[in-house]
């Protein structure tokens, strides 16, 4: 079973403070998919990373993916209230399509 | 565009009733469609996905199942209901071609089993 853990499961941080969260695997992934999840609402998908070694960027948003494709990262810059949510990895299940989800990290900045 | 639309958004049911929850798309066609269950700290948990009309596969063996009566309609019911049923159920749909890329969620629907 390919398992998704995300760290970490809480972070309560000031407006402006940057911060780290990560998706890490035992297993190779083809790719990972971030979303965030606003509450009472659906996950909405910010970016996926196919190449290990990846970045991207939107806007204060950097995604990394791991060189050997088991693990990535979301670093926020000057986090403002708006970045409040909890988010989500997932990636496809090895030798299916199906997508594994973490458990997510619940992100609050305070203003 | 394309929108997903998913109700109710609420719903609180006894324990032995009947369920059955509706999600339809719009602006697409033939989509791939997905139920899943969040249920706190345990993350999104596949339920049923339909490639196509009449075609549903199940994830998760239990009393739920799930129907597709036509292209862009699916519907999550179960006979009776338990407890363990509660959860935050989401319905969501991907472009035909791109299985399990770029999901796109509708709002939920947060049930209640008492």
């Known amino acids: 079973t390919q398992l998704l853990e995300q760290s970490p499961q809480f972070l309560s941080i000031q407006e402006g403070e940057n911060l780290t969260v990560y998706c890490n695997s035992s297993?190779?992934?083809?790719?990972l998919q971030w979303y965030r999840q606003e509450p009472g609402e659906g996950p909405v998908l910010l970016v996926t990373v196919v190449t290990g070694g990846e970045v991207k960027k939107l806007k204060r948003l950097t995604f990394q993916f791991g060189d050997a494709r088991k693990d990535s990262s979301l670093h926020i810059t000057a986090a403002q209230p708006g970045d409040t949510g909890l988010y989500l990895c997932?990636?496809?299940?090895?030798?299916?399509?199906?997508?594994?989800f973490g458990k997510g990290t619940k992100l609050t900045v305070n203003p | 565009s394309q929108t997903i639309h998913q109700w109710p958004a609420t719903l609180v049911q006894p324990v032995g009733s009947p369920l059955s929850l509706e999600c339809t798309v719009e602006g697409t066609s033939n989509p791939n469609l997905y139920w899943y269950r969040q249920a706190a700290g345990r993350g999104l948990q596949l339920l049923f996905y339909?490639?196509?009309?009449?075609?549903i596969s199940s994830e998760v063996p239990q009393n739920l199942s799930a129907s597709r009566p036509q292209d862009r309609q699916f519907i999550l019911s179960s006979k009776k209901l338990l407890l363990s049923d509660s959860g935050f159920y989401l319905c969501a749909w991907s472009p035909p071609g791109m299985f399990s890329e770029k999901l796109f969620f509708g709002s939920g629907t947060q049930l209640s089993v008492l």
């Open positions: 297993s190779v992934f083809s790719s």
């Open positions: 339909s490639v196509g009309i009449g075609q």
């Open positions: 997932a990636g496809p299940r090895g030798g299916s399509e199906k997508l594994v």
